[in-house]
């Protein structure tokens, strides 16, 4: 069996057509594990498939449970480990650095 043809759709999606889709449902199927495909029908989006988490992390995020899809957790400042503080810390621009239209306050 020859592989399907994909046509790639940005930087992560691939699209297959619905007849491809049926001779290689098995290979199409592993694709959907790595990145979202869109199959078309008669040259138009029909349907797109992805991972179940990637599908449940956008419910998350559509719900605006953003940082439980993004598995982030938050924690208070001064819960945060003295090595980390001090990197943040770090990356706050002085007043001259914003004076000087470096960094723009806001």
């Known amino acids: 069996m020859t592989a399907p043809a994909i046509i790639p759709d940005r930087a992560h999606r691939a699209k297959v057509t619905l007849t491809n889709f049926h001779n290689a449902t098995g290979e199409i199927l592993d694709m959907g594990l790595r990145a979202p495909?869109?199959?078309?029908k008669h040259g138009r989006p029909h349907m797109t498939f992805v991972d179940a988490g990637y599908f449940e992390r956008l419910e998350e995020i559509a719900a605006g449970n953003i940082l439980a899809a993004l598995d982030r957790k938050?924690?208070?400042?001064?819960?945060?480990?003295?090595d980390v503080a001090a990197?943040?810390?770090?990356?706050?621009?002085?007043?001259?650095e914003i004076a000087s239209g470096k960094w723009k306050n806001g």
């Not at 495909?37 to 078309?40: A, C, E, F, S």
């Not at 938050?74 to 003295?82: K, L, Q, R, T």
């Not at 990197?87 to 001259?96: F, K, R, T, V």
């Open 37 to 40: 495909v869109t199959i078309t």
């Open 74 to 82: 938050h924690i208070a400042s001064a819960d945060m480990p003295d």
């Open 87 to 96: 990197l943040i810390a770090s990356q706050i621009p002085s007043e001259e």
